[in-house]
């Protein structure tokens, strides 16, 4: 079950189904895609929520990327029961002041001048030596520029605050919890993702060299093999 990020959709998570010997399923976040938009200010809580109702029966192995990750770290916490694994991509955890400044910055900007605020993004994920196709590039910008502005804004304050929100429950997920992002991330940085390690018990660690934040489109090849290994290690299952 694959969560995406701000301002993304379920497209997002092509590069990395395609590599998969598993079935997916990608879905929109609320006030995403195909869902309603938001009109009114949200929390971690209500999202997550939204997300819950509309996973499918049993325990599903969890994905989330970005915001996605704090609405599957949401789920697991306190919905254990609906989760097999949990798998935290580009994730960010217990931002410190100059990390919270950094993204309210972002926030601020975005409610001011948008479409600059999707170009400044788009300048962090895929910088000129990025080695990501132009097509993807071009496909990630499409569905940015697409999005209702007003969602957007209200899903983003969410994700610049719900690290806050979760991080008094994180010793309290009891799910097997991947923390994986890339070595050049700067916004959900590998020591975001070793704070998140540290703090849910048993996690596993990996930092994805060379790659930055749009990991599952930049490397979707090494998240796929790391994603398989902590699943079925998780599964028991064991290859000679």
């Known amino acids: 079950m694959l969560l995406h990020g701000v301002g993304l959709d379920h497209t997002m998570w092509a590069p990395l189904s395609e590599r998969l010997a598993r079935r997916t399923i990608a879905i929109d976040l609320p006030g995403h895609g195909a869902q309603p938009p938001l009109r009114e200010p949200q929390s971690l809580a209500g999202l997550a929520d939204d997300v819950l109702r509309r996973l499918p029966d049993g325990r599903v192995h969890l994905v989330g990327f970005s915001l996605g990750a704090l609405i599957a770290q949401h789920i697991a916490r306190f919905h254990s029961e609906r989760v ?24 601020a900007a975005a409610e001011t001048q948008f479409a600059d605020s999707v170009t400044a993004s788009l300048q962090r994920w895929y910088p000129e030596d990025s080695s990501v196709p132009a097509e993807i590039k071009t496909a990630t910008e499409r569905v940015l520029l697409a999005n ?72 979707a090849s090494a998240l796929a093999e790391a994603l398989t290994a902590f699943i079925e290690e998780s599964e028991g299952i064991h290859h000679d």
């Open 84 to 107: 097999a694994t949990l798998s935290c991509v580009s994730a960010v955890c217990r931002r410190t002041p100059a990390e919270t400044a950094a993204v309210e910055t972002r926030l």
């Open 148 to 219: 209702d502005v007003t969602s957007y804004l209200h899903a983003y304050a969410v994700f610049a605050s719900g690290d806050q929100e979760i991080a008094p429950e994180l010793g309290q997920i009891t799910v097997p919890t991947l923390a994986i992002t890339g070595e050049l991330d700067p916004g959900s940085t590998p020591e975001m993702s070793q704070r998140l390690a540290d703090e849910v018990p048993d996690a596993r660690l990996v930092i994805v060299p060379g790659a930055r934040h749009m990991l599952p489109v930049e490397d």
